[in-house]
């Protein structure tokens, strides 16, 4: 079992942002992708102006990984309605996959301009900072997102798991108990805590931690390599 938060939570997020923005689409095989975006098409030459059915198409050129003909589709949306979030928060995500980090920076800041507590762009924006490698802007995002989120233990786990890539523990671990206090069973928070214990060469605060957790029910076995790392 990988407990390791970080590159996994950033993950989880994503798939939540994706749940988040009324685009769900069942799943099909591959024809049968095809075959709905043949009939997509057509209804959208009869209805050109039609937002939902561009939506609509987009996502399943996301699906099929057609990236340039989802950010295409989302420009027509944008187009007709120049502030659908749904449009510019896709693209960017449809940017991000083509490396197009500043096209997807500039997404983001609008949705931003447009709803600044929006949780999703606020991380995606933070996380294009990172692929630019602009560690300091993106702390600052995330800074932000906790501001704007304080409730919200991802916000505080997204934040320290970039403290802990630029080695500032004792940030780090600030964000992590937060993190744990707003989502007392989460796993994946006490190992990264753990992580950054162990970095600082706190073993027996590591040891007492990772104990807590076997009485909480996890499998010993699971925690074996940071057991290890404590002695």
């Not at 997020?13 to 069942?26: D, M, N, P």
């Not at 605060?205 to 790392?229: D, F, Q, S, Y």
């Amino acid at each position: 079992m990988d407990y390791r938060f970080y590159q996994k939570g950033i993950i989880l997020a994503l798939l939540f942002v994706a749940l988040s923005q009324k685009q769900t689409i069942c799943a099909q095989t591959f024809d049968q992708w095809r075959d709905s975006l043949t009939v997509l098409a057509k209804a959208i030459d009869q209805h050109p102006q039609s937002v939902d059915l561009r939506l609509r198409k987009a996502a399943i050129n996301i699906e099929l990984g057609q990236w340039n003909y989802a950010i295409e589709e989302y420009g027509r949306v944008l187009l007709i309605e120049p502030r659908n979030l749904t449009a510019l928060y896709f693209r960017a995500y449809a940017y991000e996959h083509l490396r197009s980090h500043e096209q997807a920076k500039a997404d983001y800041e609008s949705i931003l301009r447009l709803v600044p507590s929006n949780f999703e762009a606020r991380l995606g924006l933070a996380m294009t900072y990172r692929k630019l490698g602009k560690s300091i802007d993106a702390l600052d995002a995330l800074s932000q997102l906790v501001q704007f989120s304080p409730d919200s233990a991802y916000a505080y786990a997204a934040r320290a798991g970039l403290e802990v890539e630029l080695k500032q523990y004792d940030a780090a671990l600030y964000d992590w108990d937060e993190a744990i206090r707003l989502d007392t069973a989460n796993v994946d928070f006490r190992v990264s805590k753990v992580d950054v214990l162990l970095a600082m060469n706190k073993k027996t605060e590591a040891r007492t931690l990772l104990n807590e957790m076997i009485r909480m029910g996890v499998p010993r076995a699971a925690l074996k390599e940071w057991l290890e790392r404590c002695k």
